[in-house]
């Protein structure tokens, strides 16, 4: 069951990642910012699959589990079993109960709109915030998408914490949410510390099935998740021919994400090539020149 629960997460977190444009952390700004977000997915048509998902995260990574079949929402991480009050998840599996419900009653409804009666359908959405710590400040997001497309987006930005009660009870609803989200986000950093400030430098590979195909340079087995990969001819950065993949999870918490560059034989004799890896875990960038030493088949 937990093989099952983490294969389901994966493709969940890849569809996802094709579906929104995640959002994407700066570089070296990543150790003052953190996240908290939900993401939902609720299908039509596939009988392997739950008819709703939900997968908690914080910091990209996930921490907690639900899903149509078990009805509960569950702990993913050692630091969430151990630290997390068991208020929260009571609350959060009542949340989910009803959420499955409204999501089924929404992919009826987009049925409907979009004059559909049968077919594979998923309906998926995410929510949540960010937090600067270093200045307090809190963005909300939410993004709602049906069968691969966006169709509603909402961000709540640049809000501060309001320092009394009386400010509190003043905000909007929306207000209020990303107020709460950001509470347990601030907790879920302190519990989890010690995992989600963890560094995992990458492995950097050269991949080439024969001189006609582009050339790999494929990063795997890094956290955090943000990175940053290019090409370089003679020093210079190159953008032409070059093809940036998503930002992937691995099955054991880390990320993996591949760049293409097409050169043509000709080219690699008269130019140097190389790949480079920027990642917050390295004191030094990574660089892998293309020579015939370095790459794989």
Known sequence: ??????????????????????????????????SLQYLCTATLGISAFPEFVAVGMVDEEDFSYYDSNIRREIPRQEWAKEKVE???WEKNTKHFNLEEQS?????????????????????Q??????????????EGFFKHGYDGEDYLTF????????????????????????????????????????TLERKVPPEVTLLQKDPSCPVTCHVTGFYPRPVNVSWQRDGEDLHEDVELGETLP??????????????SPEDRRIHKYTCTVQHSSLKENIVKELNEGEIFI
Not at 23 to 33: D, M, R
Not at 126 to 138: A, L, P, R, S, T
């Open 1 to 34: 069951m937990i093989e099952m629960e983490r294969m389901i997460v994966l493709l969940i977190l890849c569809h996802i990642s094709a579906t929104f444009a995640v959002l994407q952390l700066s570089l070296y700004g990543a150790a003052a910012i953190h």
């Open 103 to 123: 999501f089924k009653e929404e992919m009826e409804n987009a049925m409907h709109r979009f004059n559909q009666t049968g077919g594979v359908h998923t309906l």
């Open 250 to 263: 691995n099955g054991d918490g880390t990320f993996q994400i591949r760049s293409s560059l097409r050169v």
């Open 86 to 88: 068991p208020e929260y």
């Open 155 to 194: 961000y709540l930005k640049n809000i501060r914490f309001p320092q009394t009660a009386t400010a509190i009870t003043s905000q909007s609803d929306n207000e209020s949410k990303l107020i709460d989200c950001t509470r347990w986000l601030k907790r879920f950093v302190q519990y989890g510390r010690s």
């Open 125 to 138: 959405s995410m929510n949540g915030c960010e937090w600067d710590d270093e200045n307090d400040k809190i």
